[in-house]
């Protein structure tokens, strides 16, 4: 096969689709490897970020972004006929949810569509957005083929999923395992290519339904354990019992035992979106994925707890909420990056509003941020905005706060992560570490 000996010679054109927090990184990876890459995104604000080396990604480097670019190494772009030239093309678009929480594959499809009017033999195509079991071969696969193209002979589909994890520095898409598969074995044999030139491991799996359902019990594996230990905190504050001791003796057991943490909540383009598309999948066929669903609704619920968590200390502290002003830090979804889709923080601010509190908030990754129908300005963190808010939320533990300065200054602190108790040892009077029983704010 042509398509294999230029892809070992890295002599082949890598197309990568969507460059987000998934499509950059990767479209960056091949192009260090040697490969020349071209990027398309329909977003032109996100070609202009990519080509200044400010994307919203903040995993990459700007420097080596620049050095890509002006070698001609990495080409951004909005036009898909860039994808002519490729000889394999990754698609790196979203799969979130449709207004009916049911998963919205509108941009897989038009991803395809585009591909498929220029399809040419010898191109591989893999898909790497999250989705439900059958996506490659029932959505994917059929657009490929309407222009009579043969799956396995003139041009090769596989599935691999990416399974990047925004702000970690040590696992990235070089060394962590890649889950591939193929439609037919020459199509296997084309994506294990790829991405071995990537990647330290590879790993085949049967099929890319198979594949797909692996990454769904990954990160549903990942909700229901949140889900567990949300539940068990719950439980905890009823018991008044600390479940933050609680974790921490259980997680002495040496095995058997994974140490998942509380908190305000699940965010991301992941852990609150792939068990939907599990439980849509299984409904198709007749079956309720009722585990899955009841720890959905249990992540989904807590911001309201933290609502409830605000009201109490303020009350307890003599200040109705409707007259309170509550200030949030941390409005992304997780520590040290800048993404809000489905952050928590939207919920808590709602909530908070909602109830009459005059809310604002700080992040040093989110200058703006829609909340309650408005749209809010991150405000300049000073002694001064921490001291004159009547109750401070840490809802993101970014490493740049300093949790003793904040703690200091903070009539009342609500820490939902109990990173203040982490970082001092100990907790000071004003500070409800969540789930902690600590005679104040118990909701
Ligand atoms: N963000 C993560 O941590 C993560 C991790 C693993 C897997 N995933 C999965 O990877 C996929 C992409 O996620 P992401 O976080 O990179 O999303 P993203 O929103 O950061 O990036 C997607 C990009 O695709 C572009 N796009 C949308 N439709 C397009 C089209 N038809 N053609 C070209 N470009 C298009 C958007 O403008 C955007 O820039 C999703 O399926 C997601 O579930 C995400």
């Not at 002006?70 to 006929?81: H, Q, S, W």
């Not at 339904?209 to 019990?217: G, I, Q, T, V, W």
Request: net charge negative; glycine share 8%.
């Amino acid at each position: 096969m042509k398509l294999i000996s230029r892809l070992k010679n890295r002599d082949a054109q890598i197309g990568v689709i969507g460059l987000g927090y998934v499509g950059l990184p990767l479209a960056m990876e091949f192009a260090k490897a040697g490969f020349q890459v071209h990027g398309v995104d329909t977003s032109e604000e996100v070609v202009r970020r990519v080509k200044e080396c400010c994307p919203a990604c903040k995993d990459v480097s700007p420097e080596l972004l620049a050095k890509l670019i002006a070698a001609g190494r990495f080409e951004p772009t909005t036009d898909y006929d860039a994808l002519r030239d490729c000889d394999a093309i990754c698609i790196c678009v979203p799969t979130p949810l449709a207004a009916d929480r049911e998963p919205d594959l509108s941009f897989v499809e038009s991803a395809s569509r585009e591909i498929a009017a220029r399809l040419r033999a010898d191109q591989l195509v893999v898909l790497e957005s999250t989705s439900y079991p059958g996506t490659t071969a029932e959505v994917v696969l059929p657009i490929l083929s309407s222009n009579g193209l043969a799956v396995g002979q003139d041009f090769f589909l596989g599935y691999s999923p990416e399974r990047v994890d925004p702000g970690n520095k040590t696992y990235t898409v070089k060394n962590t395992p890649r889950l591939v598969a193929g439609i037919t074995p020459p199509c296997l044999e084309a994506t294990v290519t790829l991405y071995s030139q990537i990647v330290d491991q590879v790993v085949e799996v049967s099929s890319p339904a198979a594949a797909e359902m692996a990454k769904l019990l990954e990160n549903t594996f990942r909700a229901v354990n949140i889900a567990l230990v949300n539940e068990v905190a719950l439980l905890c504050d009823r018991l008044g019992l600390n479940v933050w001791e609680i974790i921490e003796a259980a997680a002495t057991k040496p095995f058997g035992f994974m140490k998942f943490t509380p908190g305000p909540g699940v965010g991301g383009h992941c852990i609150p979106v792939d068990p939907h598309y599990l439980s849509w999948k299984a409904r198709q066929h007749g079956f309720n994925t009722r585990l899955v669903d009841v720890a959905t609704q249990v992540n989904a619920q807590m911001p309201e707890h933290v609502t409830h968590k605000v009201a109490a200390a303020l009350s307890e502290h003599g200040i109705p909420i409707d007259q309170a002003s509550v200030l949030i830090l941390g409005v992304a979804y997780k520590p040290d990056v800048g993404d809000v889709r489905e952050t928590p923080a939207a919920g808590i601010i709602e909530g908070l509003a909602q109830k009459g509190a005059k809310v604002t908030y700080h992040d040093p990754f989110v200058p703006e941020f829609s909340a309650n129908g408005y749209r809010m300005h991150s405000q300049q963190m000073t002694e001064e905005l921490l001291a004159s808010s009547d109750c401070v939320v840490l809802v993101t533990n970014h490493s740049a706060y300093s949790h003793g300065r904040i703690a200091e200054k903070a009539k009342i602190l609500i820490d939902t992560r109990n990173s203040v108790k982490s970082c001092n040892g100990r907790t000071t009077e004003n500070v409800i570490s969540m789930y902690e029983v600590t005679g104040q704010g118990q909701g």
